[in-house]
């Protein structure tokens, strides 16, 4: 009879109702794409486009390209033409569009072709493979554009809306956990703070630092070399030279909490006094160096390339190079190509060619780099033009953005 009983309940569970729910939306995101120097563009040629940097959403890479003097040869460039290209590999793509030619006169009278808000009558446009386009080849005709409220100061400006197509399948959960984020440099942070159970003491310039063997040899090799490889071992107050405490302090902050400290007291690159070896960071780049710890060196890295200008980008190439903070050093030299007359004009070029000799043979690769790639349509201006008229207006060390 146990066995029926077993079989018994087995059939109520079997008969027992589940459910699930596919649901079907869009990832959506937007892209602003400025186009400055319209006037300049005309005359590239039917079918030559300007492409904005591409911009994520939904999981695929998307980029616009805007064709000034349209895409279809059988137009005679009466029209021009702008698509949104899926930039990444990826099949039957499916997703809404909407680009917006945005009016500059303050009217809101914008131009919107668009997916949202209306009826399909064949869903979604599908995108087969990378490149596949969506858009218009006739956008706008391009004598009502130059004389429109869409064009000011010889600029355009085109929004993209996209909104990829995505399936999920929406199960009932009958009970849920919430998991809060890591704590656990909170915890260690109170453990540098209070000084419980530490067992080594660091002397920087005289201020006295207490911190754990363990935990320093735990995040960077040259501790664990110093603390545990070493038969003699350490003994006594460990004496940090060339160093400031603040530096030092801010480099067991991030040992202990993986938080990057930043001097807010510092000058930033658009002032004149600017200099990258004196900011925080750049002292931090040195620390991280000498101690290994790659994570550090990277965040700070990521700080200072935002600061990077014509006036500044020299010094941060030099300090950059000094201390194998290879990803910076990469955007300085591609920055310094593109901006290259106005680069040279900079007080801080002559320090280089003074005393990074080196760099200027690793900088004429990237521009030899530049030129290919101009050559190709890349580029609208060659970098060796900007020799011969001081660049691109930006010698007076405004900052320009920098292109990864």
């Known amino acids: 009879m146990p066995d029926a009983v077993a079989v018994k309940q087995e059939k109520d569970l079997a008969l027992s109702p589940t459910s699930s729910r596919s649901v079907t939306e869009t990832v959506n995101g937007s892209h602003k794409f400025v186009i400055q ?30 064709y000034p003097d349209g895409k279809n040869p059988e137009d005679n460039s009466l029209y021009v033409s702008v698509f949104i290209a899926l930039a990444s590999e990826g099949t039957d793509v499916r997703a809404l569009f909407e680009l917006t030619l945005l009016d500059q006169s303050g009217k809101g009278k914008h131009k919107v072709h668009s997916h949202f808000d209306r009826s399909l009558e064949s869903g979604p446009y599908t995108l087969k493979y990378r490149g596949s386009m969506w858009g218009y080849k006739r956008f706008f005709r391009r004598v009502a554009l130059e004389t429109s409220d869409y064009l000011k100061d010889d600029c355009l400006k085109i929004n993209c809306t996209v909104g990829v197509v995505v399936s999920i399948v929406d199960a009932p959960r009958l009970h849920y956990i919430h998991v809060p984020d890591s704590d656990i440099g909170i915890h260690f942070g109170a453990l540098l703070d209070n000084q419980q159970g530490s067992d080594v003491v660091f002397d920087v310039c005289g201020e006295k630092f207490h911190a754990h063997k363990l935990v320093l040899a735990a995040r960077s090799p040259v501790f664990h070399a110093q603390f545990f490889d070493d038969p003699a071992g350490q003994s006594g107050d460990v004496v940090i030279a060339g160093m400031e405490p603040r530096v030092f302090e801010a480099m067991l902050h991030f040992i202990y909490r993986d938080i990057l400290i930043q001097d807010d007291a510092m000058t930033t690159s658009s002032s004149p006094e600017y200099s990258a070896s004196n900011t925080l960071c750049s002292k931090l780049i040195a620390a991280a160096d ?110 320009v953005r920098p292109r990864l």
């Not at 911009?55 to 390209?65: D, H, L, V």
């Not at 300085?332 to 106005?342: D, M, S, Y």
């Not at 780099?369 to 900007?386: D, F, L």
């Open 37 to 66: 120097g319209y006037s300049l563009a005309k005359g590239m040629g039917v079918g030559k486009h300007i492409a904005s940097e591409t911009f994520t959403i939904g999981g695929f890479q998307w980029a616009i390209y805007f």
């Open 290 to 399: 000498k101690y290994g710890l790659e994570r550090l060196r990277l965040l700070c890295e990521a700080h200072l390339c935002k600061d990077i200008s014509v006036d500044s980008v020299a010094s941060i190439l030099s300090l950059a190079d000094s201390y194998h903070a290879k990803e910076l050093k990469s955007a300085c030299l591609k920055f310094a190509a593109e901006n290259l007359g106005a680069v040279m004009c900079s007080n801080g070029f002559e320090h280089l060619k003074e005393n990074c000799p080196s760099l200027q043979s690793e900088l004429l690769k990237i521009i030899a780099g530049c030129e290919e790639e101009c050559s190709s349509g890349g580029k609208s201006r060659s970098v060796w033009a900007q020799l011969s008229d001081g660049g691109d207006g930006d010698s007076n060390g405004r900052r």
